[in-house]
Structure formats: structure tokens, C-alpha cells
């Protein structure tokens, strides 16, 4: 049979570490003997066993490994950190063959797992479905090549082209998609590292910005207030979840304390790339954003934003404020029930 299959199933696998393996990538590894598999697994949560480790552990008779092929979407490391080196493991069992998605860009590793193996008498196979291995694992690359988060920007919009009203009546969210589309942006959530909202859309909804339709981890609430102007009665400082403002200046009464932290940059330049610097600082993989129009076209002038996932209700608000300026990278289109959902990507 051949390796795309075996990676197929890896990268499927691979997925139900999502949301949970940052900030290592999520691996998925699948262990074959005389075309079938045998064992799998994908990366535990930060600081449990790798993929590797746990496809290996999950083959009833070892004394099979010396024949078999490991399939893993990405190369095995080659250095301790908080496990020792999958490649050591892979070694210690004499695989036969080790099929690889692709590199890992991360310099402890790049190309040494690799070396590691192949020194050890090991045959290996590298770039198999590469194309397909690497978008799995995108936010772990941008965070190693381009030095900031993977950054995904989420908008709803009306059929007429406005994201909010002009004015409205209570401190609530005025829903324009559907609810089958809110409940998969929780699902999105959930994968994500963080999600990002402004000022305005704070003291207007009141937001929870959290996981409550669906099972996972609430992502780290990021919220822009440059005047420190949101209210403390607010869900943002419930103190339930992380919760990082950034602002002009903190005085006294707003030093970091639990789940509140407050970190400075200065509004008058380049906003976005400051920001990406206090969430790579803070070790952010990715980050959804779902603020209001000024959040969201910072970062579309600045072009930084690898993804955008766009709605449109069925909804017309006749006037309001305008949807994001905004053509770009295309993707694809999909129907959900009364919504249509439009994917861009910025190549």
C-alpha cells in the first residue's frame, strides 16, 4: 500500500491533539508491520509523551517493531526537552523505515532527527503529502519561521455588507450568523491558542470569550484597551481564564496579578506588530481575532493575518458600520444552512 495512506491517517489523528499539545506541534504517528497498522497515536497534552512515544506503546507485541514502519507528519526530534528524543526511542526499537511529512523548521531539530536516525542504520523517506503536513502544522511553523503567532481573522457581516449597528439597545452581542455558525466558531476556539478583541467590542457585548458550545479549552482572552477604559465588573476580569490587556500605561491598580496580566506598547505605530510581540513573548501559537472594524484593519493594513473566516447572514442592516476593507486570497466558499462562510488565505 502505499505512504499517503498511512499519512492520511496520521494527519487525522493528528487532529485530536489541537488545542491541547501547544506549544508543541500536534504530531500524529502511526506504526505499520506487512500493511497494517498496529499502533498509533498523536501528542499528549505539553509535557506527556509525544506521538511517536505513544504509537510506539500502543503495539501489543514488540517484537514486531524490527520489521515495522513508523509514519510520522512531522520528523521526530532529536533533543530533550520536557521528554527525551523521539528519535532515541525510534532507535532503541530498531524500526525499519521511518516516513516523514515534513521537516521540522525548528532549529534544536532541522534535519537532526533525521541524521539521527539515518546514522543508526535506519532507512528514511521524507516528504510524503509534505503540502498537506504542513498546513496541519501552520500555526507551529509561523511561530518558528515568521516569529509571531499564526493569526486568524473572524468577522460576521450582513447580506448588505455591515458587521454591527449604528446603535443598539442592551450590552449584547446582535447576532448576524446562525446558530449552527456561532457554535462552530466555538469549535474554532477551542483549537486556538487565543483570541484577540478591542475596546469597543468589550464595553458594547460584555463578551465571555469562551469555549460554551462546545468541549475544550477556553482559548487566552487578549483584549486591546489603550485608556484601560473597560469596566471592571466586565466578564474580562472574571479572573476564570488568562487574560492579557494591552494598554498605553498601567498604573498601580492594574498590575499583573493571577489570571490578569497587563503588558505597554505604544499606540502611536504599528499596533499589530507590537502585539504580535507581547504574544510571542507570552509564547502565543494562535490567535483568532474577533474584534470590531479598528481591530481588524490593523492588522489587514499591517498584513499580518495568515487566515480569514468571513460569514454572511442573511441579515440586512439597511446602514451600520461597514465591514473590513478587504479582497484578498480568496479560498473557498461553504453553505452553512442559511449562512455562507468564506475562507481567505494570505500566500
Not at 496520521?10 to 500524529?28: F, M, T
Request: charged share 25%; glycine share 6%; aromatic share 8%.
Amino acid at each position: 500500500m502505499s505512504h499517503e495512506i498511512y499519512i492520511k491517517r496520521c494527519l487525522q489523528i493528528a487532529k485530536n491533539g489541537i488545542g491541547s499539545a501547544r506549544p508543541n506541534p500536534s504530531v500524529g504517528a502511526v506504526v505499520v508491520y506487512n500493511n497494517k497498522i498496529i499502533g498509533e497515536g498523536f501528542t499528549s497534552i505539553y509535557g506527556g509523551n509525544h506521538a511517536e512515544v505513544n504509537a510506539i506503546n500502543s503495539v501489543k507485541d514488540t517484537s514486531l517493531l524490527k520489521e515495522a514502519t513508523i509514519y510520522v507528519t512531522l520528523e521526530p526530534c532529536s533533543h530533550f526537552g520536557k521528554t527525551p528524543p523521539c528519535a532515541d526511542l525510534i532507535v532503541k526499537h530498531q524500526l525499519k523505515t521511518v516516513v516523514i511529512g515534513c521537516v521540522d523548521s525548528n532549529s534544536l531539530v532541522a534535519g537532526k532527527g533525521i541524521e539521527r536516525l539515518e546514522n543508526s542504520g535506519i532507512n528514511v523517506i521524507v516528504g510524503v503529502l509534505e503540502e498537506e503536513c504542513r498546513e496541519h502544522h501552520k500555526r507551529f511553523f509561523t511561530v518558528q519561521d515568521k516569529k509571531r503567532p499564526y493569526i486568524i481573522l473572524k468577522w460576521a457581516e450582513t447580506k448588505d455588507g455591515f458587521i454591527a449597528p449604528l446603535t443598539k439597545d442592551e450590552q449584547k452581542p446582535v447576532w448576524i450568523s446562525n446558530q449552527y455558525s456561532q457554535q462552530l466558531v466555538h469549535k474554532w476556539r477551542s483549537e486556538e491558542h487565543a483570541i484577540l478583541v478591542g475596546t469597543n467590542t468589550v464595553i458594547a457585548d460584555n463578551p465571555k470569550l469562551n469555549v460554551r458550545s462546545w468541549s475544550g479549552q477556553n482559548p487566552v482572552r487578549i483584549v486591546l484597551d489603550k485608556s484601560l477604559r473597560t469596566n471592571k465588573d466586565l466578564a474580562v476580569f472574571d479572573g476564570s481564564v488568562r487574560t492579557i490587556f494591552i494598554t498605553e500605561k498601567v498604573d498601580e491598580s492594574q498590575e499583573s496579578k493571577g489570571n490578569l496580566i497587563f503588558e505597554t506598547i505604544d499606540f502611536s505605530k504599528n499596533i499589530g506588530i507590537q502585539i504580535c510581540e507581547v504574544l510571542q513573548k507570552h509564547q502565543i501559537q494562535s490567535v483568532i481575532i474577533e474584534g470590531g472594524l479598528q481591530t481588524l484593519q490593523t492588522f489587514i493594513n499591517e498584513n499580518l493575518w495568515d487566515e480569514a473566516r468571513v460569514f454572511v447572514g442573511e441579515t440586512e442592516f439597511k446602514e451600520g458600520v461597514k465591514a473590513p476593507n478587504f479582497n484578498k486570497g480568496f479560498k473557498e466558499k461553504i453553505n452553512i444552512t442559511t449562512d455562507v462562510l468564506k475562507i481567505y488565505t494570505n500566500d
